[in-house]
């Protein structure tokens, strides 16, 4: 057979073709026509985020200068001693009224006094200077805008140091760098990108009138455990290998091979641990009155100081806290009175309460002796509990923090006029010395 070619008449082909253009092009060209229009929305969108929401990037400088108008002091080379803390405060505020004002403004994050030193005409002073600053910038650029800001507040503001121009440098300085010099220093908390944390970030998310810690947030936070049984007590990092707890912790067992210290915010896991070699009861205390309820637990290796584990201040043994000052009790211990041990590290915003007050006959009647600190609430609920024995009570001194109490007894939890009971670590300053050096 013979195959016939298809007719199409003359009427029907262009119709077929119209219809065929119709459905086929016009969805996609909808399609193509919509994808170009996110596309450029998206670009758009894409640059004004560059330029609006910068993405900010921490840039650390060491300084180092001459001030002329003071005389060095031979405390100033201890960072513990009150003439060093008190002089280092000026040298960072003053930092701040040059930095904080200036055009680059919020640039400014922080200082740091490292170091004093003497110099034949003045003190030398070593510091550091943290800016955040968009990633994109570079280090010397920065360093260049923050010497200009500086050598201008010098001809123009009233500054109540001299600071000797030609004596200045500043040297650009990684954060490997920064952590080691600030690690140099005690009481001190980062976050993991090495951002200080700001004071008593998070007074508001209390669960129980105790809330839950960020990590890092108390990174001289111990657990120490019994090997078999858990959990014991609290204690505070104060070297990288000396803790300060308290004595009535090791009742039940004194041998230092049965326990093991903790750290970071949760007991399980740990962010690192450490086996005990040696622990030093204080020889005078007494289990009836509870006096002098302060121990020291030797590692035997040192722990390295990180965002997460850092050792907290000892305060001088002149320091005194007037009643009613802001402190912090933090601990695994339970949050209700014979409950269990908290996984996750806790944290409880108290006030110190005068001895007078805490000895009166409604109170303690007359327990509290001078080796010890009342702190709490008259009225109760947030306290100290069980398994926070041991633990430190902090105090905020302009982002510097202070061992000031080890958690020790007191008459249940949170009970009304029944605060929490510390050993008063200013007492045992020179104790703690005479065992450690430190
Ligand atoms: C304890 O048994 C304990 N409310 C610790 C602290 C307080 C009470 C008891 C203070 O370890």
């Known amino acids: 057979t013979m195959y016939a070619p298809v007719e199409f008449s003359e009427d029907d082909y262009p119709r077929v073709e119209y219809q065929r253009r119709q459905q ?17 929305i998206g670009i758009a969108i894409g640059i004004v985020t560059h330029f609006v929401v910068e993405d900010d990037k921490s840039f650390y400088y060491l300084a180092s200068f001459k001030v002329t108008n003071i005389k060095y002091k031979e405390n100033y080379g201890m960072r513990n001693s009150r003439e060093f803390i008190e002089r280092s405060h000026q040298i960072e505020r003053m930092m701040s009224r040059i930095f904080r004002h200036s055009s680059g403004g919020g640039r400014f994050i922080k200082s740091h006094v490292i170091k004093l030193s003497p110099d034949e005409n003045g003190v030398n002073i070593l510091m550091v200077l943290m800016f955040r600053y968009p990633s994109t910038d570079s280090a010397e650029r920065i360093k260049k805008k923050v010497e200009r800001i500086l050598y201008q507040s010098l001809k123009t503001k009233q500054l109540p140091l001299t600071i000797n121009k030609p004596s200045f440098t500043l040297t650009s ?6 952590r080691n010099l600030l690690n140099s220093r005690c009481g001190i908390r980062m976050t993991s990108s090495n951002i200080p944390l700001p004071a008593s970030s998070s007074t508001e998310r209390i669960v129980q009138g105790r809330e839950t810690a960020m990590e890092g947030e108390w990174p001289w936070q111990v657990s120490l455990q019994l090997i078999g049984a858990g959990h014991q007590c609290g204690a505070s990092l104060i070297s990288n290998t000396w803790l300060l707890t308290a004595a009535h912790c090791f009742h039940k067992n004194k041998d230092p091979s049965q326990w093991i210290a903790t750290f970071g915010v949760t007991i399980t896991p740990p962010a690192v641990q450490r086996s005990v070699e040696k622990i030093i009861l204080h020889e005078n205390y007494h289990r009836e009155t509870n006096e002098n309820d302060i121990a020291l637990a030797q590692l ?5 100081f990180s965002n997460v584990v850092q050792r907290v201040c000892l305060p001088d043994s002149s320091i ?17 009175d014979d409950g269990p041990i908290q996984n996750k590290l806790r944290q ?12 009166r006959t409604d109170v303690y009647d007359g327990l509290i002796t001078p080796g010890m600190l009342c702190a709490g609430f008259m009225e109760g609920k947030v306290d100290a509990c069980k398994g926070d024995s041991g633990g430190p009570l902090v105090y905020d001194n302009r982002d510097i923090w202070y061992l000031v109490g080890i958690v020790s007894w007191g008459q249940s939890c949170g009970l009304p006029k029944k605060p929490g009971v510390y050993t008063r670590v200013t007492q045992y300053r020179d104790w703690i010395a005479s065992k450690t050096g430190i």
């Not at 086929?24 to 450029?40: H, K, M, Q």
């Not at 005194?320 to 209700?336: A, D, N, Q, W």
């Open 173 to 178: 300085i990684d954060s490997k760098k920064m």
């Open 348 to 359: 409880a915003r108290v006030e110190t309460i005068g001895t007078d007050v805490c000895n």
């Open 320 to 336: 005194r806290l007037p009643p009613k000052t802001s402190v912090f009790v933090t601990g695994f211990g339970s949050v209700i």
């Open 24 to 40: 086929f092009w016009d969805p996609i060209r909808l399609a193509l026509f919509t994808l170009a229009i996110v596309a450029i």
């Open 300 to 304: 035997t290796t040192r722990v390295e």
